[in-house]
């Protein structure tokens, strides 16, 4: 079962290519995910199923990719670090975390102890007794709240090239609804993304367009935010 989050980024990332594509469409959930496709598209007159599917360059599970788990694991604490933050002071600050961030009370002490010592765009460098690392910015309170931190250890890391052979396996693995979806909408769709925003999604696609035998009737590889391939271009 799809959950909330995982439906906010199909739209999300479905949103930036018909942007990127240059289209004006009108993006919407089905009522029924069983037995319709992750999202509903209008295109004018026509309407077509998109099913969304995130791929990594690791070697993927039938759970699916443990450092992109690992990555969405690593991205909540750090929401919640900056929520408890935010419920003890009011000013807004940029962080960059990289390793421990299971010691989350010393890394808010230290955090404190830096806002309330410093100046409007004062950074520091701080490191904390269990190994956690902390880039700290005092942002002007203008700023707002600002929770847009990081744990930089997921978004470094080596590009994997990739081309059209790479993809067969996860358009492979999408087509097996296709004749369930297609007893609501004969136009069925694949968008493919890899997000490079995170360590696990750095791929670089090295084919002009995706050459992949398959029965959707068009498949979309995104290299989030703007970079988009087509099976039919």
Known sequence: ???????????????QLAKTLG??????????????????????????????????????????SKRRANESRNNQMIQTLADSYYQQASI???????GNID?????????????????EWDNLRIETKNRSILYATHLP??????????YVDDRVGWVRE??????????????????????????????????PTY????LSFTDSKIDVKSEFSEIYFLVYPNEVYRSNS
């Open 1 to 15: 079962m799809t959950t909330d989050l995982q439906k906010e980024r199909e739209m999300v990332y479905a949103s």
């Open 23 to 64: 289209c004006n469409w009108a993006i919407e959930f089905p009522a029924n995910e069983l037995e319709w496709p992750d999202l509903l598209v209008r295109d004018g007159d026509q309407q077509f199923g998109l099913e969304v599917r995130e791929i990594t360059k690791d070697k993927e599970t039938k759970k699916g």
């Open 92 to 98: 807004p600050m940029k962080v960059g975390v990289l």
């Open 103 to 119: 010691n989350e009370m010393e890394i808010l002490e230290s955090l404190i102890q830096f806002i309330s010592d410093s100046n």
């Open 141 to 150: 309170e203008e700023v707002g709240i600002y929770k847009r931190w990081e």
């Open 162 to 195: 990739i081309d059209s052979e790479f993809l067969t396996q996860f358009v492979t693995e999408k087509e097996h609804k296709i004749s369930k979806y297609k007893l609501h909408l004969s136009d069925i769709r694949l968008l493919l993304v890899a997000d």
């Open 199 to 202: 360590s696990s999604g750095q």
